[in-house]
């Protein structure tokens, strides 16, 4: 039954963490020197973007396998943390 108890604590951590992201990212405009912060996401050399004239398609590869690998050696580093 403890294990549930840590588990539920990780979900509380990550649920935290994704919602202060995402205020970051609602009120990102409004601090100043910060809007354009996230101005690559979807535009890096290995994302698909295909436009025509009433048909749009965006696949962001690269910006996908960057925020992967970021996103990774964060988990890694935090459960490193945690361990010691």
Same mark, same amino acid.
């Given at each position: 039954? *403890?294990?549930?108890?840590?588990?539920?604590?990780?979900?509380?951590?990550?649920?935290?963490?994704? *919602?202060? =992201?995402?205020?970051?990212?609602? =009120?990102?405009? &409004? %601090? #100043?020197?910060?809007g354009n +912060?996230?101005?690559?996401?979807?535009?890096? #050399?290995?994302?698909?973007?295909?436009?025509?004239?009433? $048909?749009? =398609?965006? $696949? #962001?590869?690269?910006?996908? +396998?960057?925020?992967?690998? %970021? +996103?990774?050696?964060? $988990?890694?580093?935090?459960?490193? %943390? =945690? &361990? &010691?």
């Open positions: 039954m *403890a294990e549930w108890g840590s588990l539920g604590k990780v979900f509380i951590g990550v649920g935290l963490c994704v *919602a202060l =992201f995402g205020l970051l990212l609602v =009120f990102a405009d &409004r %601090i #100043p020197g910060f +912060l996230l101005g690559w996401v979807g535009k890096l #050399p290995g994302d698909i973007s295909i436009r025509r004239d009433n $048909f749009s =398609f965006s $696949f #962001p590869l690269a910006t996908s +396998l960057l925020l992967s690998i %970021i +996103l990774s050696l964060v $988990f890694f580093l935090v459960s490193w %943390i =945690f &361990r &010691r």
